[in-house]
Every structure is written in structure tokens, then in C-alpha cells.
């Protein structure tokens, strides 16, 4: 649908900007994904993966794994507003 074209165009379009001035279009060398430069890392941490779930040139795992995060972090917080509604809330 539209959000998979929007996706698409914006993949061509970072692949664009990483095409070093000058070079030609044989010459297009796409960096591999690397998880530490994304969003959220961030001193005094950094990128924090002792387990080693997150591999270089893996979007798709750090997506899903970053997706799954930020479900699971909802169902905590949903949980822990229900712990303190039961207790202000009597039948």
C-alpha cells in the first residue's frame, strides 16, 4: 500500500545520499546498517547490546527487535497503571 511505497521511496532516497559526490552509478557503495548509529543511542551508554542480539547489517532483526521493545514497554506501563487503578478502584 502506501506506506510500503513511502518506505521504498525513502530507502532510494537514503541510498541516494550516501552516493559520494562525483561518483558514478557502478560506483555506489552502500554502508552496512549499523544499530549503534540509530536513534536512541546515546552517551553515557551508547549503544547497549550485551547479548549480542543486534548484528551489523541486520535492519530487519534490529526493526522487529526495536518493534517488540516498544510493545512490550506498552504492556508494562498498561500493567502498572492497572496495579495502582485496583488499588483506588473498590467494588
Known amino acids: 500500500g502506501a506506506v510500503a511505497s513511502a ?24 554502508e552496512p ?26 535492519e530487519d532483526g534490529f526493526r522487529n527487535l526495536r518493534a517488540a521493545e516498544i510493545k512490550h514497554g506498552r504492556v508494562a506501563m498498561m500493567a502498572a497503571l492497572g496495579g495502582v487503578a485496583q488499588h483506588f478502584v473498590k467494588f
Request: proline residues 8%.
Open 33 to 58: 546498517f549499523d544499530p549503534a548509529a540509530q536513534v536512541g543511542a546515546m552517551p553515557p551508554l551508547g549503544f547497549f547490546d550485551p547479548a549480542g542480539f543486534c548484528k551489523k547489517g541486520d
Open 7 to 30: 518506505g521504498a521511496m525513502a530507502r532510494r532516497a537514503a541510498a541516494g545520499s550516501r552516493k559520494k559526490a562525483g561518483a558514478s552509478k557502478h560506483q555506489l557503495r552502500a
